[in-house]
């Protein structure tokens, strides 16, 4: 048996384009994730958010669910289409709907978290270069500062962005996510303006005083180790580190970039000359709280044909159905270095989940993949903790299944199932299980 803390924040959480549905409702506008969803061959089966779960209109019976597993936190994510639909032109029924939400929220005792960028970039604001224009800050200081004045006295949990990572590398270098860019120079670039929008809204935050409200900021990481004891599988796991996360970690946490990585990126990129000289006391200004998204491990060895010099290999442990090893004492390792080498602030873990084959019989659904999943991370979370980490949450991914980007509705990360032809909820049993862990505040062997 294991005990949490007794003011541990145990949480679920969502995003908006991935739930709502809703997309063209009281004012709303595309995103780059409408367009990208409906280019022929970019997500799976060409799923798109359109309908999703419907949670625009069903968020009452999804607070009651909340509810229900007696969460004492909700993060979720507000749709930027929703509140500037267009540039400069701020949309009231866009910002009444997320009053209601957090309004019923509090009715329930439930802890409001809101993520201000979950990826869903107003289109129009994709048409002006998305985060490729160094505008991108002005449009969202705009946004967050509108936030923070309509709702900043009733959000304790300010999150800037979900996974610059993801925002940047994986949409304008990668090219998996939208806008579908496949160059490595425009995801720096993008990954720079966001870090910067962020430092810039953490800026409008501390000068408007918001009482009893703390900000920070999501991060994937995803440990890196090497897949020989080879010295160059150790360059190349020291490369990956700094593909996932030092890029990201360093400005925030030591305001500047690692080096290793500027010298390897240079010859492919050319000159940082999208750097200013006071970007990076920006980008650092201090945050209340880190949250930190882990899923799993990565494991490589060297390549030298790679921009990062090393490729992933396919780690030993079992899988969930997104293919990714299961490795709950990676997130160990993780908290214990980013706590050593970065920051003993309060720490989230703002996502941690797992995605399996979900089956239902007769209203049931017996993910015991997922409980054992959770229960382990958990495990590992407590380990931390008594170290003396300053672990102060857990959000579990997610609440519902929901649109899971380029895999559409493929992939089942919720706790409660969601039939999409009927849009019918089903406890799975984790949601069960989940209930009994906060209810106890521990973990049963
Ligand atoms: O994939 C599951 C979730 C996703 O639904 C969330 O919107 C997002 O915040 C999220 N981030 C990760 C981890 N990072 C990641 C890495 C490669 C591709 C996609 C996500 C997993 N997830």
């Not at 579908?180 to 408007?208: P, T, W």
């Not at 990129?269 to 200004?285: A, P």
């Not at 079992?318 to 709950?328: A, N, Y």
Request: hydrophobic share 35%.
């Amino acid at each position: 048996m294991a005990n949490f803390p007794k003011d541990f924040l145990f949480g679920v959480a969502t995003s908006s384009y991935q739930i709502e549905g809703a997309v063209n409702e009281d004012g709303r506008t595309p995103s780059i994730w409408d367009t990208f969803s409906k280019i022929k061959g970019k997500t799976y089966n060409g799923d798109t958010g359109d309908i999703a779960c419907d949670h625009y209109h069903r968020y009452k019976e999804d607070i009651g669910i909340l509810k229900e597993i007696g969460v004492k936190a909700y993060r979720f994510s507000i749709a930027w289409p929703r509140i500037y639909p267009e540039k400069g032109k701020f949309n009231q029924k866009g910002m009444d709907f997320y009053k209601k939400l957090i309004d019923e929220l509090l009715k329930n005792n439930i802890k409001p978290v809101a993520t201000i960028y979950h990826w869903d970039l107003p289109q129009w604001a994709g048409d002006l270069g998305g985060w490729l224009n160094r505008d991108s800050i002005y449009w969202y200081s705009e946004y967050s500062q509108k936030l923070f004045k309509e709702i900043g006295d009733v959000v304790p949990m300010w999150i800037t962005h979900n996974e610059p990572w993801c925002a940047s590398i994986l949409s304008y270098g990668i090219g998996e996510h939208a806008p579908g860019h496949k160059d490595y120079r425009e995801a720096l670039i993008a990954a720079h303006h966001i870090l910067l929008s962020h430092g810039e809204a953490v800026k409008i935050f501390r000068d408007m005083n918001i009482k009893e409200s703390q900000i920070g900021i999501t991060l994937n990481l995803t440990p890196a180790y090497p897949a020989t004891e080879k010295e160059e599988d150790y360059l190349a796991a020291k490369y990956a580190d700094g593909f996932s996360n030092r890029w990201f970690l360093d400005p925030i946490f030591k305001g500047k970039y690692p080096v290793d990585m500027i010298e390897l990126y240079k010859k492919e990129i050319g000159e940082f000359d999208f750097i200013k000289n006071e970007d990076l006391g920006i980008i650092s200004q201090p945050i209340d709280f880190l949250g930190i998204n882990f899923y799993s491990r990565s494991i490589v060895k060297y390549d030298e044909n790679s921009l990062i010099k090393g490729e992933a290999v396919e780690g030993p442990g079992k899988k969930t159905d997104m293919g990714w090893e299961i490795s709950p004492e990676s997130l160990y390792d993780l908290l214990k270095r980013i706590d050593k080498e970065y920051t003993n602030m309060p720490i989230y873990i703002t996502e941690n989940g797992a995605a399996f084959k979900d089956i239902v019989n007769k209203d049931e659904v017996h993910d015991q993949e997922r409980i054992e999943y959770v229960k382990e991370h958990l495990k590992y979370a407590i380990k931390f903790i008594e170290d003396g980490g300053n672990l102060k949450g857990y959000f579990l991914w997610s609440l519902l299944d929901n649109f899971e980007w380029a895999y559409g509705y493929s992939k089942r990360f919720g706790i409660v199932y969601v039939d999409f032809e009927t849009q019918k909820r089903i406890l799975k049993d984790s949601a069960i299980w989940y209930k009994e862990v906060i209810n106890k505040n521990l973990i049963d062997n």
